[in-house]
């Protein structure tokens, strides 16, 4: 309580702030509902939540665990081999700064489903951060860890999993932050678009209706959602790299 008291007095302030301006009619009463109404949304839809909630972690998880694969295998590869490195590093990030959702209308209309379209356009938004990072923690290891490694002749998969990925950890978690929040971003954009199912959609769907008792529920519910995972990650982060806090 005492290190998050502020946070917590902030968001009690938001919430009051809240409060006070919709039942005084200093908004918009249509498109600010009040706070009871949005509180019985969640008692009324709280199992469409949940299957909303289970959709969107059923096109996330496999999006982020495919763009972790090809971030960590790319970026360990190039990260090894300077002229590699050198070659194609400017192809990688020419391809970067495309943003995935100029892609959108190829996806959709190529891809044989529009789950499809949907996980390549999150991967193709979620690999880049990661991919980067794992390029810089691999240049930037401390070159006696590799020379150690090579006198104890670990070689492949355990000189990768022994030596690489820890030393290189710090870096690649600084970068898989940022895709995971990329990942939500394209994860709402591609259910807003023409899923039907998932989080996104389900505040799209609501707010297509007016129905902004249940856009507001469904909006903090995914906030609430998104936040709880950022802080599942960070303790984990915390926990995988635990060696390099003093």
Same mark, same amino acid.
């Given at each position: 309580?005492?290190?998050?008291?502020?946070?917590?007095?902030?968001?009690?302030?938001?919430?009051?702030?809240?409060?006070?301006?919709?039942?005084?009619?200093?908004?918009?009463?249509?498109?600010?509902?009040?706070?009871?109404?949005?509180?019985?949304?969640?008692?009324?839809?709280?199992?469409?939540?949940?299957?909303?909630?289970? %959709? /969107?972690?059923? =096109?996330? $998880?496999?999006?982020?665990?495919? &763009?972790? #694969?090809? +971030?960590?295998?790319? @970026?360990?590869?190039?990260?090894?081999?300077?002229?590699?490195?050198?070659?194609?590093?400017?192809?990688?990030?020419?391809?970067?700064?495309?943003?995935?959702?100029?892609?959108?209308?190829?996806?959709?209309?190529?891809?044989?489903?529009?789950?499809? %379209? /949907?996980?390549? =356009?999150? $991967?193709?938004?979620?690999?880049? &951060?990661? #991919?980067? +990072?794992?390029?810089? @923690?691999?240049?930037?290891?401390?070159?006696?860890?590799?020379?150690?490694?090579?006198?104890?002749?670990?070689?492949?998969?355990?000189?990768?999993?022994?030596?690489?990925?820890?030393?290189?950890?710090?870096?690649?978690?600084?970068?898989?932050?940022?895709?995971?929040?990329?990942?939500? $971003?394209?994860?709402?954009?591609?259910?807003?678009?023409? +899923?039907?199912?998932?989080?996104?959609?389900?505040?799209?769907?609501?707010?297509?209706?007016?129905?902004?008792?249940?856009?507001?529920?469904?909006?903090?519910?995914?906030?609430?959602?998104?936040?709880?995972?950022?802080?599942?990650?960070?303790?984990?982060?915390?926990?995988?790299?635990?060696?390099?806090?003093?």
């Amino acid at each position: 309580m005492k290190k998050y008291f502020i946070t917590i007095s902030i968001f009690i302030g938001i919430i009051v702030f809240y409060i006070y301006v919709t039942k005084n009619g200093f908004a918009n009463p249509y498109l600010f509902p009040n706070a009871d109404d949005i509180l019985k949304v969640f008692a009324e839809d709280k199992g469409t939540m949940l299957l909303n909630m289970a %959709a /969107s972690f059923k =096109l996330m $998880v496999p999006a982020v665990g495919i &763009s972790l #694969l090809l +971030a960590l295998g790319i @970026g360990t590869v190039l990260g090894l081999n300077e002229k590699l490195r050198e070659a194609l590093h400017p192809v990688i990030y020419t391809f970067s700064v495309i943003p995935s959702i100029l892609l959108s209308p190829f996806a959709l209309l190529l891809a044989p489903t529009f789950w499809t %379209a /949907s996980l390549f =356009l999150i $991967v193709y938004s979620t690999v880049w &951060s990661t #991919l980067f +990072a794992t390029i810089t @923690g691999i240049m930037t290891i401390d070159k006696r860890y590799l020379d150690k490694a090579a006198t104890l002749e670990l070689k492949g998969l355990k000189r990768f999993v022994k030596v690489i990925l820890p030393a290189a950890s710090p870096a690649i978690l600084a970068g898989f932050v940022n895709s995971l929040r990329n990942t939500f $971003v394209m994860l709402v954009y591609a259910e807003m678009t023409g +899923a039907q199912y998932g989080m996104g959609f389900y505040v799209k769907k609501y707010s297509s209706f007016g129905l902004y008792d249940k856009t507001w529920a469904g909006f903090i519910f995914m906030v609430v959602v998104l936040v709880v995972v950022m802080q599942l990650f960070e303790m984990l982060k915390k926990r995988l790299l635990k060696w390099t806090i003093d």
